[in-house]
């Protein structure tokens, strides 16, 4: 079920990331600190490519939101082809709404590779209304290796 749950996540990410790939982004609406204006933003498959095991490293990535936190907005999915980060928001001192999910955003923050405890992963699945995949990711017992991205500012565009 979480293999499923993972190639469902890239596969909406894919399909809608297809509509909208070739289009300028427009931000809309931004959280958290002001975007830096140096740097251009990279893709979130080219971020994770160029970080180096065991290493954090700050970036300005951008992708589709596939997945929000629905208790609060205090994390997101964002994807790019079948690369994917959990994002989640520095000191805890902003949320994104909790229908962001399929826009796409400029994220501005520290990725890193992270392991998320089976209690962990199965809390976000909790968070994001999905109660058989916490059942299962409980029972499996299982740490899941996935990136990370404390963000400082979040830029998002309005598709709907």
Known sequence: MINKLRVTLVALGLAAGIAV??????????????????????????????????QA??????????????????????????SYARITFKDYAFFVPTETSMQ???????????TLSANEA?????????AEARDELLAAGKSIREYSLV??????ENRL
Not at 57 to 82: H, N, R, S
Not at 122 to 130: E, L, P, T
């Open 122 to 130: 199965a809390h976000f699945a909790q968070d994001a209304g999905n």
């Open 151 to 156: 963000a400082a500012a979040v830029q998002l």
């Open 57 to 82: 490293q700050e970036v300005k990535v951008m992708g589709q939101i596939t997945e929000v936190c629905q208790a609060k907005g205090c994390w997101m999915l964002l994807v790019d082809g079948e």
């Open 21 to 54: 790939a070739d289009d300028a982004f427009v931000a809309h609406q931004s959280f958290g600190d002001t975007m830096p204006a140096e740097g251009e933003a990279v893709s979130l498959q080219t971020a994770i490519s160029a970080l180096e095991t065991g």
């Open 104 to 114: 796409r955003a400029v994220v501005y923050g520290v990725l890193e590779d992270a």
